[in-house]
């Protein structure tokens, strides 16, 4: 799968404009398509479109579990800006989900993101982002796919990303995209708390992402 995303920002006063343009892509290894464990690859690349902003590429690996109503999934992603604004080392950001499905258009868990933004110098854990907290899933769970949403490359830490999923299991709980089976148009949602575990983290963050497939 391959996506081409569009960032904006406002300033106050001021109207909307692009700062951002990124082309993420998800490549799904099937070994053993019967089988519960699911593994792809996220690549990304950013382009900062301002003087103030930068570019970067971000990348690693996509690791889906599904067992009947429970799915976990885990993206360990690393991140390495270049160009004019650039940023000394390697970042380290993750993202991970558990999701039970009590029905199935609806399901519970809980979500964890972080950052590290340096992983050849590490800031104290104090000053890392890292934050958990419940999800509600409402209609499919999906592996949202979202773009750049700072100016200057790609958001770390971001629960309004979402979680990258290669989950496609027969299983209509965890089925990447329920329309291929099922046809027509299926609206999904996520709603959720994330709490920071860190001085550097806000205390609370909300998280609303709501789609579509057709």
Do not use: C
């Amino acid at each position: 799968m391959t996506k081409l995303a569009f960032g904006f920002s406002r300033d106050a006063g001021d109207s909307s404009r692009p700062d951002t343009l990124a082309s993420e892509n998800v490549f799904l290894f099937r070994a053993n398509p019967s089988g519960p464990i699911d593994v792809g690859w996220f690549a990304a690349i950013a382009v900062g479109l301002e003087s103030a902003g930068t570019h970067a590429i971000e990348f690693g690996p996509i690791v889906t579990v599904a067992n009947g109503p429970f799915a976990f999934t885990f993206n360990p992603f690393f991140e390495k800006t270049f160009a004019r604004n650039r940023e000394e080392g390697i970042a380290f950001t993750y993202g991970w989900r558990a999701a039970y499905a009590l029905h199935d258009k609806f399901a519970v868990g809980v979500e964890v993101y972080g950052e590290v933004e340096n992983i050849g110098h590490a800031p104290p854990v104090s000053d890392q982002v890292h934050r958990v907290g419940p999800v509600l899933y409402f209609g499919t769970i999906h592996g949202s796919v979202h773009g750049a949403q700072q100016a200057g490359g790609l958001a770390h830490g971001d629960p309004t990303r979402g979680i990258h999923s290669v989950a496609s299991h027969v299983d209509e709980h965890h089925e990447w995209h329920g329309s291929q089976k099922h046809g027509g148009m299926h609206w999904h949602a996520e709603l959720g708390l994330l709490l920071g575990l860190t001085t550097a983290t806000p205390d609370a963050a909300l998280k609303l992402n709501i789609g579509v497939d057709f």
